[in-house]
């Protein structure tokens, strides 16, 4: 499949030698990153750009974060076409302006040239701790505004022929509320961009500026080839699937994800008319984070093996309507826009699962729970902690749902527990799995988590960006849906049930509790070998009541042994039952 001009060893050589370089450049930003969200969170990506501002590797960070980069380089293109020069480092966040998807999320991005001609760019994206704005962490659900939300920053020469603009870090450190720790992920991604630059520069030492052009092509048209390759095996056919993000801030909540999916031949067709206009709270999602949600989905039930090039993008076909929450126009707030990139790719999901019934997994807890805590400590200092918490995915077609495993499209880590305490003052007075809350199926989803933190400083501002809790993760093929998700201030007998979306004063000594969802279950749950449900039973995922209420299995007390005769009747008892029902 590669083209009969390209040496297939040096292919290899090229292509392994691109994810070898971009991966390298994430291991160079965990590694010395000064906030948690990058440094433990992991929320942050990499990237490696022909001339053009095509994606031709990417590190294995974030899914999401893909769309974003050629439209990223395609300001800078646009807004610096003739100067570009060797040692400018470009840098960027806008979503209006600049292709970026939220402010938080800044974009430093570094061109590389050979014998004086542009050959590429490399680049890194990280969530910044804090950018200013109505709440610590600059997630906030409650702006109506963009305005609202943070420093805002077009397309700028971050150094200009390697002379730092010492005015832009002036600038960004006086608008946050966390400068050390903003500078210092900014230098984090610089080093990272130096490394990149560094690899590429060996690849042309080694392969010649023009030959790697080509082999840069060779892999954008294999990725493409494999990607039309795995679409033509699906049926054709029109499927159709709605999600819904809770949104109880909101009067016209619930916001609708609308999903039209048209396999034809070896393209896809995705159409997202039909979904919300866009809304007054920031979980409006820029539309490259829309392409990417797409993307993602569809290259989930792809060969891994395929390269994450731009290549595989190019047989998919997506039409998002303007001025919807899905694509939404200036000046939408867009601060927790992650949500609908998450409900967004699990809409698609469900199309899919209608076509490839036995590859696509059930619903999971709907994409991490962001609860950001930030105010200022007793000696005056600002904090601001951003914890992503999630990892409960559905259950699949050969296994259950993995716990503690961030949704697909954002591959975030949990913060550990003691970092987060030492950092910020809190302490974290719970932190487990939750038994019976994942869905029931022949292969059950994964059980939630909750995680109770309790605020040891001053009065601070409580951020909360979840979901699932109206509509819990849907199980698939006979599978039941997952536990909803909950947040619950001060639990006790004065707590108070907070939306899902809410943004709030937390006291010193308040308590937030969250329960994240549950993930679906996938297959009929009375199909589940009896064996697996005593082992889940003996490691307190499941009781033994559910056991047998869900499962038809019986456990036998105090024992805790399997009884087949006993599982068998009821069993078809409850088969029979079920049949009764529907006819």
């Not at 409580?462 to 006979?478: A, E, I, M, T, V």
Request: one cysteine or more; charged letters at 20%; proline letters at 6%.
């Amino acid at each position: 499949m590669i083209n009969e001009n390209t040496d297939p060893i040096t292919f290899e050589v090229v292509r392994n030698g691109l994810d070898s370089l971009v991966d390298e450049m994430a291991i160079t930003v965990m590694r010395t990153a000064y906030s948690g969200v990058v440094r433990d969170a992991l929320d942050y990506s990499t990237a490696f750009c022909a001339a053009d501002g095509q994606v031709i590797a990417q590190g294995l960070t974030i899914m999401l974060h893909l769309g974003s980069f050629p439209a990223a380089i395609n300001s800078l293109l646009t807004k610096f076409e003739g100067r570009i020069n060797v040692g400018d480092v470009f840098i960027l966040n806008d979503p209006y302006t600049s292709g970026g998807m939220h402010l938080p999320d800044v974009y430093i991005i570094k061109p590389v040239f050979a014998d004086k001609s542009l050959h590429g760019f490399v680049g890194v994206v990280a969530h910044q701790a804090d950018m200013g704005g109505l709440v610590p962490g600059s997630n906030s659900t409650e702006s109506v505004e963009i305005y609202q939300e943070g420093l805002r920053i077009p397309t700028l020469k971050l150094y200009d022929a390697g002379i730092p603009n010492e005015a832009i870090f002036d600038f960004i450190e006086t608008n946050v509320r966390l400068p050390v720790q903003v500078r210092g992920d900014m230098r984090s991604q610089l080093a990272a961009c130096d490394i990149g630059e560094r690899a590429i520069l060996d690849l042309i030492t080694h392969y010649g500026a023009e030959n790697l052009n080509g082999y840069y092509d060779a892999l954008l048209d294999y990725s493409e080839q494999r990607a039309r390759s795995e679409i033509s095996a699906l049926p054709d056919g029109v499927f159709e699937f709605e999600d819904f993000i809770d949104a109880e801030n909101l009067e016209d909540g619930p916001v609708r994800i609308a999903v039209k999916l048209e396999i034809r031949g070896d393209e896809i067709f995705v159409d997202l008319d039909g979904s919300s206009p866009q809304v007054p709270a920031g979980i409006n999602a820029p539309v490259p984070f829309t392409y990417a949600a797409v993307y993602g989905a569809i290259r989930l039930i792809m060969d891994p093996d395929i390269p994450n090039a731009a290549g595989y993008h190019r047989p998919i076909h997506i039409s998002v309507p303007e001025g919807t929450v899905v694509n939404p126009v200036h000046p939408a707030p867009v601060a927790a826009r992650g949500i609908t990139g998450f409900r967004t790719m699990d809409a698609v999901l469900g199309a899919l699962a209608q076509a490839i019934p036995n590859r696509v997994p059930a619903d999971g807890e709907g994409g991490n729970t962001l609860i950001s805590i930030g105010g200022q400590r007793t000696d005056g200092s600002q904090y601001a902690l951003v914890d992503f918490f999630g990892g409960a995915r559905g259950g699949g077609p050969t296994s259950d749902g993995a716990e503690g495993v961030s949704h697909p499209a954002s591959n975030l880590a949990n913060s550990p527990v003691e970092i987060m305490e030492v950092e910020n003052p809190v302490v974290v007075d719970d932190y487990e799995l939750i038994q019976d809350s994942g869905g029931a199926g022949k292969f059950r989803g994964a059980q939630s988590y909750v995680k109770q933190i309790t605020n040891l400083g001053d009065a601070a501002t409580l951020q909360l960006r979840s979901d699932k809790r109206k509509f819990p993760p849907y199980g698939l093929q006979g599978g039941s849906t997952g536990s909803p998700s909950l947040n619950i201030l001060n639990p006790g007998a004065d707590e108070t049930l907070l939306p899902t979306l809410a943004q709030v004063r937390l006291e010193r000594g308040g308590v937030i509790r969250h329960e994240m969802a549950g993930g679906g279950g996938w297959g009929d749950p009375l199909t589940r070998d009896p064996t697996a449900v005593l082992e889940d039973v003996l490691d307190g995922r499941v009781s033994i009541n559910s056991a047998k209420t869900e499962y038809g299995v019986v456990i036998s007390e105090p024992q805790n042994r399997l009884d087949q005769g006993a599982t068998d009747l009821l069993r078809s008892t409850m088969l029979q039952q079920r049949e009764s029902s529907n006819s």
